[in-house]
């Protein structure tokens, strides 16, 4: 069976902090996809990242870093110097791609940072 | 590009009622998914239509139905509402299942309050 875990329900940090979500996933698949997906206040699910099972090569895109680890199955996000607009739900994904692309959501980790 | 849009933005039905979601999908993508999220958790996948036919379910009773149009558009039914049914229902679109650019977007979602 398919699951994604993210073991922290709520985090609160300082603005400028460095801060890391972490994702832990399960899946019998070779191939696979996860995903990072935000979403602010407004509810909408805003994409931030794909990676696939056979790419491990780590990714920045400005503040924000990712750091994939097959053999410890985890996909962690990183937010570097957080402002007060990192504010929101973030969620890991993961897809069965053989199922057509449907994700399997964590419960997400709720991030606040304070002024 | 126009991106994926719902409608109603709410919604507040009793008990035993049936309600109709709609979804515009994102321009160039013909596969649509719905997932509803309740209250602090993750979205759960309901299902996937891709050339207006049922292309994956989740773990959801018959009384979810849907439907996908020609143009890609959606419908999400749900007959004899109850009270768990309350949710964010939200929409994604992608291009088709199985291509290696699969990422889904999101549309703001309808919240959907059962009373």
């Known amino acids: 069976a398919q699951k994604v875990t993210q073991a922290q329900t709520e985090i609160s940090v300082v603005e400028k902090e460095d801060v890391t979500l972490d994702c832990v996933y399960e899946?019998?698949?070779?191939?696979?996809?996860l995903f990072w997906y935000k979403q602010p206040p407004s509810g909408e699910l805003v994409f931030l990242i794909r990676?696939?099972?056979?790419?491990?090569q780590n990714e920045i895109s400005g503040r924000y870093s990712w750091n994939f680890q097959k053999s410890t199955s985890s996909f962690n996000f990183t937010i570097t110097a957080s402002q007060v607009v990192d504010s929101a739900v973030y969620f890991c994904?993961?897809?069965?791609?053989?199922?057509?692309?449907?994700?399997?959501f964590g419960q997400g980790t709720e991030l606040s940072v304070k002024p | 590009e126009t991106g994926v849009t719902q409608s109603p933005t709410h919604l507040i039905k009793t008990r035993g009622q049936q309600v109709t979601l709609r979804c515009s999908s994102q321009?160039?993508?013909?596969?649509v998914s719905w997932y509803q999220q309740a209250l602090g958790q993750g979205p759960q996948f309901i299902f996937q239509?891709?050339?207006?036919?049922?292309?994956g379910r989740g773990n959801f009773p018959p009384r979810f139905s849907g439907l996908q149009f020609p143009n890609y558009s959606s419908e999400l039914n749900v007959n004899a509402l109850e009270l768990d049914d309350s949710a964010l229902y939200l929409c994604?679109?992608?291009?088709?299942?199985?291509?290696?650019?699969?990422?889904?977007?999101f549309g703001p979602g309808t919240r959907l309050t059962v009373l």
């Open positions: 994604a679109s992608s291009p088709p299942p199985g291509t290696d650019y699969n990422e889904q977007f």
């Open positions: 321009s160039g993508h013909n596969t």
């Open positions: 899946t019998r698949d070779t191939t696979y996809y």
């Open positions: 990676r696939n099972s056979f790419d491990e």
């Open positions: 994904a993961l897809s069965d791609t053989r199922g057509g692309g449907k994700l399997i």
């Open positions: 239509y891709y050339r207006e036919e049922e292309n």
